[in-house]
């Protein structure tokens, strides 16, 4: 394989080649690009149009309550452990056995190359750092990472319009009505997609003139995806619900810290939290850079009144907890990780093994 594909992270066969090292992606034209552009973008927009007094802006940043900002860190972080604990359990449906503390590992590490790389390329790195690790098919842990991801937007769109409704139960604006409009929408797509992936996606691939190995990827693929067991499903969907309410109460405890007068509340609060959430799957930037600003403090500033400074200062601090300091710890993590050090390849042995697990 060359190194021109390499770099695309392509991993798409169980024998996928590594992906390239951290470093070198970071030196893409592409990633620059990427972090650089909404950037600026971002910054034009706050000085001609946000109306925004930076002397202001930096002392209530500065007279933030710092217990409360180190509660919403905590509480944040609280968050990894569980989804640690959703995606044991999809593995285990899956048929492989992964310890809580390994997966917890290797999903704070693909968060790293999510805040760094635009694509959702953290994902593709999750299901190779697994493989490279443990004796697994490669093509069914995309599986688990894809409806892991499913359950995601599910609780997002769901739990978004409950506290929207509850939020703005006195009233809805138009604005409000086209987001619980889009939200229905995004529902609906998901749900037909898993339905005609279930019924149709197997003989859909073998129609097409592709080569057999990718029929059998995609045959492990769904397996993958499927594999969920019924009496695990309650549980999958509590601790999906407490992952997000990590992100409500995360947000909610920054506005407290800024000690801002705004009518939010906590159903506000998950309304907005989870908005944010959603533009993150937006893969055009890393960790929905530029996008993920611009809509909470559009959000902010036109439902709930917030002053331009205020929620300026609110994304700022939000985005400070849930990025910056994911690219801190995570590239801590990164370097001090064994799973990141892979030495050669399998031993012939090993390799016989991983074939049969596929």
Do not use: H
């Not at 999750?126 to 069914?140: G, Q």
């Not at 959603?278 to 559009?298: D, H, N, Q, R, S």
């Amino acid at each position: 394989m060359s190194q021109d594909k390499l770099v695309d992270y392509p991993g798409v066969t169980e024998a996928a080649a590594p992906p390239p090292p951290l470093s070198r992606r970071l030196r893409d034209p592409r990633t620059i690009i990427s972090i650089v552009l909404p950037v600026v973008l971002v910054v034009l927009i706050a000085v001609t149009a946000g109306d925004i007094d930076f002397a202001t802006l930096t002392q209530s940043i500065a007279n933030a309550n710092p217990f409360l900002l180190i509660l919403a860190l905590l509480i944040y972080y609280l968050g990894f452990p569980l989804r640690g604990l959703r995606w044991e359990l999809l593995l285990r449906g899956a048929g492989t056995s992964v310890r809580l503390r390994d997966a917890t590992e290797i999903i704070f590490i693909s968060w790293l190359v999510n805040c760094l790389v635009p694509a959702k390329l953290g994902d593709v790195y999750r299901a190779w750092l697994l493989r490279a690790n443990f004796v697994v098919s490669l093509s069914r842990t995309f599986g688990t990472v894809f409806i892991e991801r499913i359950f995601d937007l599910f609780a997002i769109v769901l739990l978004g319009l409950a506290a929207g409704f509850w939020s703005f139960r006195s009233g809805m604006s138009p604005e409000v009505q086209l987001v619980f409009g889009i939200g229905l929408a995004i529902i609906v797509a998901l749900a037909l997609g898993l339905f005609l992936i279930r019924n149709f996606g197997g003989r859909m691939i073998r129609r097409l003139p592709l080569p057999d190995k990718v029929a059998e990827f995609y045959d492990r693929f769904e397996e993958g995806v499927f594999s969920i067991e019924a009496r695990r499903l309650p549980v999958l969907t509590i601790i999906t619900a407490l992952i997000w309410a990590t992100e409500a109460v995360r947000l909610y405890l920054v506005i407290l810290a800024l000690g801002f007068p705004l009518n939010l509340g906590i159903s506000g609060a998950f309304f907005v939290a989870l908005i944010a959430s959603l533009l993150t799957a937006v893969p055009f930037t890393p960790a929905g850079l530029g996008l993920v600003e611009l809509g909470v403090a559009g959000i902010l500033i036109g439902l709930y009144n917030a002053p331009g400074n205020d929620a300026t200062a609110i994304v700022l601090v939000d985005r400070a907890i849930s990025v910056l300091s994911i690219i801190l710890f995570g590239s801590i993590a990164y370097i001090l990780s064994s799973k990141t050090k892979l030495g050669p390849r399998l031993p012939a042995e090993t390799e016989a093994a991983t074939s049969q697990a596929s």
